[in-house]
């Protein structure tokens, strides 16, 4: 589990996000996940600490490959 703290103490499991976008003066994560339904949650962060923590956090899993398009 990649679990990060918030500054205002809420856990985030990372491992279920599948997008993040920065808007303005804000962070917003999109996760998997969810009910019957399959709809996932979205947390909005201030960029502070809590918004670098995640960045670090994609930072060290994003990996690219480049090649000839198929």
């Known amino acids: 589990m990649n679990l990060v703290s918030m500054p205002d103490g ?3 499991n990372l491992d ?3 997008y ?3 808007t ?3 962070v917003v994560l999109h996760f998997t996940g969810g009910g019957d339904a ?3 949650s979205i947390i909005r962060l201030k960029q502070s600490e809590g918004a670098r923590r995640v960045w ?3 930072a060290e899993k994003r990996t690219a490959t480049i090649g000839p398009a198929s």
């Open 38 to 40: 399959g709809s996932g």
């Open 10 to 12: 809420r856990i985030i």
């Open 56 to 58: 670090a956090y994609l």
């Open 24 to 26: 303005g003066e804000y």
């Open 20 to 22: 993040a976008e920065r």
């Open 16 to 18: 279920h996000l599948t």
